[in-house]
């Protein structure tokens, strides 16, 4: 470990050195979207994303543009109950994680009647401003004068659901709990919302940060397609968030530097490369503009990712790195991943989450739950599990399953339907594809979540996906250690570490004490700094200025990118450095 915490928790893009064009709080913005109105009968329009607090922002608009009429989108959405039977097949029955992706749009949540009546209120104004405000607003008046994106970061607002503070798009569901309004959010709101993203971002006027709500920033539209133009070429990292868990640990708050609190005893979670769900800062002057890091994708998808890359998997981030930590904690967890047909049939993803534990560190007695043992008998071990979890005896995990021992730099594979977990006292670096949350429990250890309330349990999905042959010895072969030596040079060397054939990301590590050469080959990196203080990336074209990472720090290359290197800090000189490096393997 580090002997002083340098992992930057508000990593940014810095775009300019100036924060020309950048507004402060609602004066501010007010006073800039009032300047940029330039005719006597003006449409703004402020598109949101669902979560925002439009109330907060229609508010500050309505003092300072004095519009003539309002059109609240909210007053235009079917009703709850319309919403509600339209989302059944996609949210329906009682599981409290898993829905089924879809093809919804923003416009089916708008009543058709409504939408006429607050178009023919809008086309009697003569004269002023109309604001029509809300997710929606765009498309109730398409021919709008002047835009606005209101955006959100979606760590804060699943935030904002845990406080109560919102519901989903047309429900109503305050005091819902806040995994609920996450469910919906995750299978329809944001889906729909960010189709209606991809075609405004080319076009907005203005992109309002409402992520602090009592600190708002605007910039204008070209500030920001300028700054997702500089992002797209050059090494970057997303803003982290951490979370705490019933089997959550400490490693992170020493190393991370992170508060501990009551409301965060541990810290269980660290997504630091997740462009789904992470922000990307902007950095404008002393100015950092917040916004999700998907817009980045959807700008400038084929840069991003590469051709062969895009071709594959669209305007989806395919790579996720992301931080587990049990150091001092308990056990993850007993689990396992459906299967690639299983989760196109049952939830509508065309792609499921092979994954693997990468340990950044382990204690005396860390380990990694991995497939079956030999003896297994498959019909005992769900007789067992349904047991436990009816209230009978406690599963007893090791009877069944594999504990391997694990230490630092370990790699253990894990393609979807091998049954695996981590034991407490490991620091996993988890590299996975990016289906986002499709895991099913099978034995939590008898623990509650941090609300108190039982953690959901899938045996049934469980049980269809289990791979009932991948079983000691098949494992100890083709998952544990699959180390192999590809090349070398004067101060570097590179190993194969995985993953498995049937998963889609290679990851290879590099051990280096000078400048290590790498070339993105047309596709998206993503590396985290395993092993040294510091490290610098650079172009041999010097195309991009260098850039630093700490330890434990994820980032991004690019495909654009191309050739780059990486070498030692000044304070890791002398010192080796590793790195470990995944990317979508697109050639046999």
């Given at each position: 470990m580090p002997?002083?915490?340098n992992?930057?928790?508000?990593?940014f893009?810095?775009?300019?050195?100036s924060?020309?064009g950048?507004?402060?709080?609602?004066?501010?913005?007010?006073?800039?979207?009032?300047?940029?109105?330039?005719?006597?009968?003006?449409i703004?329009?402020?598109?949101?994303?669902?979560?925002?607090?439009?109330?907060q922002i229609?508010?500050?608009?309505?003092q300072?543009?004095?519009?003539?009429?309002?059109?609240?989108?909210a007053?235009?959405?079917?009703?709850?109950?319309?919403?509600?039977?339209m989302?059944?097949?996609?949210?329906?029955?009682?599981?409290p994680v898993?829905?089924?992706?879809?093809?919804?749009?923003?416009?089916?949540?708008l009543?058709?009647d409504k939408v006429?009546?607050?178009?023919?209120?809008i086309?009697?104004?003569?004269?002023?401003?109309?604001l029509?405000?809300?997710?929606?607003?765009?498309?109730?008046?398409p021919?709008?004068d002047?835009?606005?994106?209101?955006d959100?970061?979606?760590?804060?607002?699943?935030?904002?659901?845990?406080?109560?503070?919102i519901?989903n798009?047309?429900a109503?569901?305050?005091?819902e709990?806040?995994?609920?309004?996450?469910?919906?959010?995750?299978?329809?709101?944001?889906?729909?919302?960010?189709?209606?993203k991809?075609?405004?971002i080319?076009?907005?006027?203005f992109?309002?940060?409402?992520n602090?709500?009592?600190?708002p920033?605007?910039?204008s539209?070209?500030l920001?397609?300028?700054?997702?133009?500089?992002?797209?070429?050059?090494p970057?990292?997303v803003?982290?968030?951490?979370?705490?868990?019933?089997w959550?640990g400490?490693?992170?708050e020493?190393v991370?530097?992170l508060?501990?609190?009551?409301?965060?005893?541990?810290h269980a979670?660290?997504?630091?490369?997740?462009?789904?769900?992470n922000?990307?800062l902007?950095?404008f002057?002393?100015?950092?503009?917040?916004?999700?890091?998907?817009?980045?994708?959807?700008?400038h998808?084929?840069?991003?990712l590469?051709?062969?890359v895009?071709?594959?998997f669209?305007?989806e981030?395919?790579?996720?790195?992301?931080?587990?930590d049990?150091?001092?904690?308990g056990?993850?967890?007993?689990q396992?991943h459906?299967?690639t047909?299983?989760?196109?049939?049952?939830?509508?993803?065309n792609y499921?989450?092979?994954?693997?534990?990468?340990l950044?560190?382990?204690?005396?007695?860390?380990?990694?739950?991995l497939?079956?043992?030999e003896?297994?008998?498959?019909?005992?071990i769900?007789?067992?599990l349904?047991?436990?979890?009816?209230?009978?005896?406690s599963?007893y995990?090791e009877?069944?399953?594999?504990r391997?021992?694990?230490?630092?730099?370990?790699?253990?594979?894990?393609?979807?339907?091998?049954?695996?977990?981590?034991?407490?006292?490991?620091?996993?670096?988890?590299?996975?594809?990016t289906?986002?949350i499709?895991t099913?429990?099978?034995?939590?250890?008898?623990r509650l979540?941090?609300?108190?309330?039982?953690?959901?349990?899938?045996?049934?999905?469980g049980?269809a996906?289990?791979?009932?042959?991948?079983r000691?010895?098949?494992?100890?072969?083709?998952?544990?250690?699959?180390?192999?030596?590809?090349?070398?040079g004067?101060c570097?060397?590179?190993e194969r570490?995985?993953?498995?054939?049937?998963?889609?990301i290679?990851?290879r590590?590099?051990?280096?004490?000078g400048?290590?050469p790498?070339?993105?080959?047309g596709?998206?990196n993503?590396l985290?700094?395993?092993?040294?203080e510091?490290a610098?990336?650079?172009s041999?074209a010097?195309?991009f200025?260098?850039?630093?990472?700490?330890?434990?720090?994820t980032?991004i290359?690019?495909?654009a990118?191309?050739?780059?290197?990486?070498?030692?800090s000044g304070?890791?000189?002398?010192?080796e450095?590793?790195?470990?490096?995944?990317f979508v393997?697109?050639?046999?």
């Open positions: 002997r002083t915490p992992y930057d928790k508000f990593p893009v810095r775009v300019s050195d924060d020309d950048c507004y402060r709080g609602w004066r501010e913005i007010g006073d800039a979207l009032k300047a940029a109105i330039r005719l006597p009968r003006s703004v329009c402020v598109e949101s994303y669902p979560g925002a607090y439009v109330d229609e508010e500050a608009l309505v300072a543009l004095a519009p003539a009429v309002i059109v609240r989108a007053s235009c959405l079917k009703s709850p109950a319309e919403i509600e039977s989302l059944a097949p996609y949210l329906g029955g009682d599981d898993f829905g089924r992706m879809n093809g919804l749009m923003v416009t089916d949540f009543c058709r006429s009546r607050a178009q023919e209120q086309g009697q104004v003569k004269q002023g401003t109309v029509i405000i809300g997710t929606g607003a765009s498309l109730i008046a021919q709008f002047l835009l606005v994106y209101a959100m970061a979606r760590w804060e607002i699943q935030l904002r659901q845990r406080r109560g503070e519901g798009l047309g109503n569901n305050l005091q709990r806040s995994g609920l309004k996450y469910k919906r959010a995750f299978f329809v709101d944001w889906r729909a919302a960010d189709r209606l991809k075609s405004l080319p076009k907005v006027d992109l309002l940060d409402t602090e709500s009592n600190i920033k605007l910039i539209g070209s920001l397609r300028r700054g997702l133009v500089e992002t797209v070429a050059r970057f990292r803003v982290p968030y951490f979370d705490p868990g019933p959550g400490h490693w992170m020493e991370c530097g508060p501990v609190s009551k409301d965060k005893p541990n979670w660290c997504f630091d490369c997740v462009p789904e769900e922000s990307l902007l950095g002057g002393d100015v950092r503009v917040e916004i999700p890091a998907i817009n980045l994708l959807f700008s998808p084929r840069e991003l590469g051709d062969a895009h071709a594959r669209g305007t981030f395919p790579i996720r790195f992301d931080f587990l049990t150091m001092g904690g056990n993850l967890s007993l396992v459906p299967l047909e299983y989760i196109q049939d049952k939830f509508g993803m499921t989450q092979d994954e693997s534990y990468y950044l560190d382990a204690g005396d007695d860390g380990s990694v739950f497939g079956l043992r003896d297994a008998d498959p019909g005992q769900m007789a067992d349904r047991e436990a979890q009816n209230g009978g005896k599963f995990a009877r069944y399953v594999n391997f021992p694990a230490k630092r730099h370990d790699h253990f594979l894990i393609p979807a339907g091998t049954i695996h977990g981590s034991g407490k006292e490991g620091m996993v670096l988890e590299i996975s594809t289906p986002y499709f099913f429990k099978l034995w939590d250890w008898g979540g941090l609300d108190g309330r039982p953690r959901p349990i899938h045996l049934d999905h049980e996906n289990i791979q009932w042959d991948r000691t010895d098949w494992v100890s072969r083709n998952l544990v250690g699959q180390v192999e030596q590809l090349g070398s004067e570097w060397r590179e570490t995985g993953l498995h054939e049937r998963e889609f290679e990851t590590r590099h051990w280096f004490h400048s290590t790498h070339h993105t080959n596709g998206v993503v985290n700094l395993v092993q040294g510091e610098i990336v650079e041999p010097q195309s200025e260098p850039f630093t990472v700490h330890y434990a720090e980032f290359i690019p495909a990118v191309g050739p780059y290197t990486i070498r030692p304070i890791a000189e002398g010192k450095c590793a790195t470990i490096k995944a393997r697109t050639r046999p």
